[in-house]
């Protein structure tokens, strides 16, 4: 079935460093690719999202990729702030059957504290 | 447009007892999705409604698990004779139908449940 694969946290960083978050997916077909972003004692939000190969998602300063061809949606960040401190989730469309409906499979999340 | 709401925030609860929990979504969506989330992890599908028809249903749903939906509005999922395992937190989501943009969901704050 499809998966997700994040890299494991806690990733901790500096304020103004770069962030990156690695993401790997494995699915049938074509899905859309979502970051979401969960901050202490709050509900997932939308970060950003790619709906096909090559798209790139941006939202916030955040930035993905959508790759094809490496199965990856990375997750990047030029100058990360303290206010970014969260948890982040990696997740595809996935089909249910043959239906074309789709859910949403999640990797595992990966917490990013960032110092000051 | 206040966002999925979900109720009650927090659940405890003893093992064997029955609790139902109430999402209420975005007014113009039409699809309504559960998903459970324990403690590390991302969330996991649950079950899935458009309008009132409940379309999916995840096999970690199993029959102690039941989710309404009546008049496609609010939605409500039940946990008969509950035990430690079910100890999660409860995510509901909602999202529209319009075209490719269909997959994005946004989610609520979630339930807390308990079982001791």
């Known amino acids: 079935g499809d998966s997700v694969t994040q890299m494991e946290g806690p990733v901790t960083l500096s304020e103004e460093a770069f962030l990156t978050i690695n993401c790997t997916y494995t699915a049938t077909g074509y899905p859309s690719l979502f970051w979401y972003v969960q901050y202490p004692g709050e509900g997932l939000q939308l970060l950003l999202k790619a709906t096909k190969a090559d798209d790139k998602g941006s939202n916030k300063g955040f930035e993905a990729t959508y790759r094809k061809e490496t199965t990856s949606f990375h997750l990047e960040k030029g100058s990360v702030q303290v206010s970014d401190s969260a948890v982040y989730f990696c997740?595809?469309?996935?089909?249910?059957?043959?239906?074309?409906?789709?859910?949403?499979?999640f990797g595992s999340g990966t917490r990013l504290q960032v110092q000051p | 447009d206040t966002g999925v709401s979900q109720n009650p925030r927090h659940k405890i609860t003893k093992r064997g007892q029955n609790v139902t929990f109430r999402c209420d979504p975005i007014s113009e969506h039409n699809r309504l999705y559960w998903y459970r989330q324990t403690l590390g992890q991302g969330p996991e599908f649950l079950t899935y409604f458009q309008n009132e028809a409940q379309l999916e249903k995840s096999r970690l749903l199993s029959d102690r698990f039941s989710a309404e939906r009546p008049k496609g509005s609010f939605s409500t999922l039940e946990i008969q004779r509950t035990e430690q395992g079910d100890s999660a937190m409860y995510l509901c989501?909602?999202?529209?139908?319009?075209?490719?943009?269909?997959?994005?969901?946004?989610f609520g704050p979630g339930t807390r449940l308990t079982v001791t």
């Open positions: 989501a909602s999202s529209a139908t319009r075209g490719r943009l269909s997959y994005e969901q946004y």
């Open positions: 997740a595809l469309s996935t089909l249910l059957g043959d239906t074309g409906r789709r859910a949403l499979t």
